[in-house]
């Protein structure tokens, strides 16, 4: 078995799977400061409500957007887990080429993303990830990560509207019953949701214009992604555990 890591902006994803299959997840909220040891008895008791020998597992590997989680983090995984961990970064094989400007620049989290995708689908495809970020990357038939775009996701949209407009409320993020809202909560979720359903079919349509890919595959991923793709056949498949997928197999490339 091995322990898969996700460190987002707003939760901490672990995965554990046996052979290809993944058996358990479970996640913790990333902002909240905490010690190596506070981290080590948290992930224990979970693998062990999930049923999971700490022993069995025989590795961990981790991508992280968040930098200062990483030492509490990985002391943790290290101390309580296993003592071996990959990190996704400079040196590691995925089995794609960044192609972009400045490779360095582009995310481990984009990048798992996009070895997931492709290794699953093929390519030409475009990968979106409905996160804390809403993020749209290509990569092309023969393996290359070679463009990205970068949007505010729909909760940071979310907290603006209620954070910075003195009467609006905070709100649950679902689709209304119609966009022909009548009241202030329907009116935002309106706003919201068909708001990140036509940016993403404009920039699904401006991607494949200009790449000249008319048919890409297009996957989504992400804690909201479910509710955009169910409503739109610009995106033909939806995968929650893509990101896991795409740690496993660079694990898998890396470690086997």
């Known amino acids: 078995m091995i322990l898969v890591v996700d460190v987002g902006n707003t939760n901490i994803t672990f995965g554990v799977y046996e052979e290809k299959n993944l058996i358990t997840t479970f996640r913790l909220m990333t902002k909240m400061p905490r010690t190596s040891d506070e981290y080590g008895v948290m992930i224990t008791e979970l693998l062990n409500k999930n049923k999971v020998e700490i022993a069995k597992i025989e590795g961990v590997i981790i991508a992280s957007v968040v930098p200062n989680v990483m030492h509490a983090l990985t002391g943790a995984v290290k101390r309580y887990v296993h003592p071996h961990i990959l990190t996704v970064g ?56 070679t463009a990205g775009i970068t949007a505010p996701g729909i909760r940071i949209s979310a907290k603006a509207l209620w954070e910075d407009t003195a009467k609006l409320p905070e709100i649950e993020i679902k689709k209304p019953k119609s966009i022909l809202a009548q009241e202030t909560i329907s009116s935002m979720q309106a706003g919201l949701v068909y708001g990140q359903i036509g940016q993403a079919e404009y920039i699904i349509k401006r991607v494949a214009e200009e790449s000249g890919y008319k048919n890409m595959k ?22 929650s555990a893509l990101t896991l997928e795409g740690l496993r197999i660079i694990y898998e490339k890396n470690c086997k």
């Open 218 to 239: 297009v996957v989504a991923t992400g804690g909201l992604g479910r509710i955009i793709a169910e409503e739109t056949t610009l995106i033909q498949e939806y995968n």
């Open 90 to 145: 400079p040196g590691v094989k995925t089995g794609i080429r960044i192609v972009t400007e400045n490779p360095r620049e582009i995310g481990p989290d984009r990048i798992v993303d996009a070895v997931a995708a492709y290794e699953l689908y093929g390519g030409p495809i475009l990968v979106i990830d409905f996160g804390t970020a809403t993020t749209y990357d290509l990569v092309t038939e023969d393996g290359c990560f």
